[in-house]
């Protein structure tokens, strides 16, 4: 139980580009999900925590409008680089936390590489 | 404050040979959860524990143990017999009661070489 799915797995794009990553309960109403984005070699951080039906709130130094984040359903929340750039190549990864589930479990991670 | 503090940046071992990862908390909740996480190359985290404030208790599991201290504020995981297998960066990460977001160490990264 408590699996959360991340697609893609890694995506290259042109730089001024949109690019969508989605993180998904698969056995579980996720009513909590988070995005975390790690540059290599470094730790986790967390960007922003999305509510379903709620606006993200978004994690100091985290720019709202580059990073649009929408958790409409309990299952599903996405996460837009806006007009992406080459600082923005990272490793994005998703956690969700719902009833009954501790939320310790994190998506497989995407790859991001802006060029 | 709620931080992670893993010290150790990188630890190189020989195959066989036992390794400890530390990891020292800070929390000013009373109840909270501790976890370590492996990161192979591929980038996933793999949960490997979850700890509540309120269970001291060691585990083993295989070849991995934990020591939970609350006295001293630390979540120490041993690999016994390590192998090439084992090498990954792994984590050690703080979440507080409410289910909150998780508060991440620096990461160790733990080569086992041949």
């Known amino acids: 139980g408590a699996v959360v799915s991340q697609h893609p797995s890694w995506v290259i794009c042109k730089s001024g580009t949109s690019v969508k990553i989605e993180c998904r309960s698969l056995d579980f109403q996720a009513t909590t999900m988070f995005w975390y984005r790690q540059f290599p070699k470094q730790s986790l951080m967390l960007m922003a925590t999305?509510?379903?039906?709620?606006?993200?709130?978004?994690e100091q130094g985290v720019e709202k409008d580059k990073f649009l984040i929408n958790h409409a359903s309990l299952t599903l929340s996405t996460l837009t680089v806006t007009s992406a750039h080459p600082e923005d190549s990272s490793f994005y990864i998703c956690?969700?936390?719902?009833?009954?589930?501790?939320?310790?479990?994190f998506g497989s991670g995407t790859r991001l590489t802006v060029v | 404050a709620q931080k992670v503090t893993q010290a150790q940046t990188e630890i190189s071992v020989v195959e066989k040979e036992d390794v400890t990862l530390d990891c020292v908390y800070e929390t000013r909740d009373t109840t909270y959860y501790l976890f370590w996480y492996k990161q192979p190359p591929s980038g996933e985290l793999v949960f490997l524990i979850r700890r509540n404030s309120f269970d001291e208790q060691n585990e083993i599991s295989g070849r991995y143990s934990w020591n939970f201290q609350k006295s001293t504020s630390s979540f120490n995981f041993t690999i016994t017999a390590s192998q090439v297998v084992d090498s990954a960066v792994y984590f050690c990460?703080?979440?507080?009661?409410?289910?909150?977001?998780?508060?991440f160490g620096s990461g160790t990264k733990l080569n086992v070489k041949p």
């Open positions: 990460a703080l979440r507080g009661y409410n289910f909150n977001k998780f508060y």
């Open positions: 999305s509510n379903e039906g709620s606006k993200a709130t978004y």
């Open positions: 956690s969700a936390t719902g009833q009954g589930n501790y939320g310790y479990t």
